[in-house]
């Protein structure tokens, strides 16, 4: 449908001018299927790619692109994948080859694993 496509191209506009950090960010947030804390996001994004004292910052970049929706609760914040995004993110995701390892990395933080696209 045309308009899946722009969506489509909108969203690879979006990707495309994004970090390499946070891109890497971006596909590996979509393992959450919901909201998600910065404790949980640092799980599944440190590794030597990602410096876990970076994971703030990119979560914060990422809303900041409309990219990630950010809810302050109490002293943190929850983060969530719109729907939409969260699909283009996990195709991203499964097209890198990370996924396995993004699911053993969420297993680890104590979260189910997250659908197939």
């Keep these: 449908m045309p308009r899946h496509q722009t969506l489509r191209a909108t969203l690879d506009w979006s990707y495309e001018r994004l970090l390499p950090q946070e891109q890497v960010a971006l596909r590996r947030l979509a393992i959450f299927d919901c909201c998600f804390d910065e ?3 640092r799980g599944v994004l440190s ?3 990602v410096d876990i004292h ?3 910052d990119l979560l914060t970049s990422l809303a900041a692109k409309s990219l990630l ?3 302050a609760l109490g ?3 929850r983060f969530q994948l719109l729907e ?3 699909a283009y993110a996990l195709e991203k995701l499964h097209a890198s080859g990370e996924s ?3 699911e053993r990395r969420r297993a680890k933080v104590g979260l189910s694993t997250a659908p197939e696209v």
């Design 84 to 86: 939409t995004t969260r």
């Design 54 to 56: 970076d994971v703030l």
């Design 47 to 49: 590794d030597p790619d």
């Design 69 to 71: 929706n950010s809810h």
């Design 75 to 77: 002293t943190g914040s």
């Design 100 to 102: 396995t390892v993004s």
């Design 39 to 41: 404790h949980s996001a």
